[in-house]
C-alpha cells in the first residue's frame, strides 16, 4: 500500500522551492500529499490543515505538527515526511530511510571546522548521551531526504523527549537501518545537480545554477498547482 506524503509548510504567500519539489513527486511512489501549517497561493494538495505557527521556536511548531500528523487518522499509518526544498530527481520503486554514519564523527566534523563546540554540536552530543543510555543506535539521520515516519512510534518518540533533533532521535530509537548514503544538500550558487535520486537546496542556491537545472527539468505543472 501507497503512503501518504506530509509537508510541513510556512504560512507563506508564495514557495517556489515548493511548487517544484510537488512537481518531483511523479518520481516517488505514494498515495495522497497533506499540507500542515500554510498554503502557498497557485497550490493544491490533496488535503491541508491549517495550523497558527506562533510557538517560541522552529522546534515547537515542527512538534506540533508532527503530533498532530500522527494523531491523524486519514494519514496512513506510515508516512513520507518531506521539507519543501527535497527534490525526487530519478523514478524511485521502493524508497529507503537513509542515514550517514556515525554522529559522533560528524560532531567532530563540525567542531574541527567552526574550531569549536557549537550550540548545534552540543545538542547532537546530548541526544547521544540520550541514545546510549537507552542502549540505542548512534547512526546520523539528520539528512535532506525524506523520512518515513510510523506514527505511533513517532508519537512514543514525543512523549518521552522533547529534543529537537527528532529525526536522530527517532530514527535511532526506533532502529530504522536503512540505507548509508552521503548527504545531497547544495548550498554553492554555482554548483549543479549531478547524480543520485535526492536533490536539496536552500534560499540561495535555488536561486542559483541549481535552481535553474530543477526549473528546466520539471517545467510541467502537476496536480498539485492551481
Known amino acids: 500500500m501507497e503512503k501518504d506524503i506530509v509537508y510541513f509548510v510556512k504560512d507563506t504567500e508564495s514557495n ?14 505514494h498515495r495522497k500529499v497533506w499540507f500542515y501549517g500554510g498554503c502557498p497561493a497557485g497550490l493544491k494538495p490533496d488535503k491541508w490543515v491549517h495550523m497558527v505557527q506562533d510557538k517560541e521556536n ?4 515542527v512538534r506540533m505538527m508532527l503530533e498532530s500528523a500522527c494523531k491523524n487518522k486519514e494519514i496512513s499509518a506510515s508516512f513520507w515526511l518531506f521539507n519543501d526544498d527535497f527534490f525526487i530527481m530519478k523514478k524511485l520503486y521502493d524508497p529507503k530511510n537513509l542515514y550517514n554514519g556515525d554522529l ?7 567542531e574541527d571546522k567552526y574550531e569549536r563546540v557549537t550550540p548545534y554540536t552540543k545538542q547532537l552530543r546530548d541526544m547521544c548521551k540520550e541514545l546510549e543510555v537507552m542502549g540505542c543506535t548512534t547512526r546520523n539521520y539528520a539528512l535532506h531526504v525524506p523520512m ?12 518521552m523527549s522533547d ?5 536522530c532521535l527517532y530514527g ?6 536503512g540505507v548509508q548514503s552521503s548527504d545531497c544538500k547544495i548550498t554553492s550558487v554555482e554548483k549543479t545537480w549531478k547524480r543520485g535520486a535526492y536533490l536539496s537546496t536552500d534560499d540561495d542556491s535555488f536561486k542559483g545554477a541549481v535552481g535553474k537545472q530543477i526549473r528546466e527539468l520539471f517545467p510541467d505543472k502537476c496536480q498539485y498547482e492551481v
Open 16 to 29: 517556489e522551492e515548493l511548487r517544484y519539489s510537488l512537481r518531483t513527486l511523479k518520481n516517488f511512489p
Open 58 to 61: 522552529k522546534w515547537e511548531n
Open 104 to 110: 559522533y564523527k560528524r560532531i567532530v566534523q563540525l
Open 148 to 159: 518515513l515516519i510510523h506514527k505511533k512510534k513517532a508519537l512514543e518518540v514525543l512523549n
Open 163 to 167: 529534543c529537537p533533533m527528532f529525526r
Open 172 to 177: 535511532n530509537y526506533c532502529n530504522l537501518g
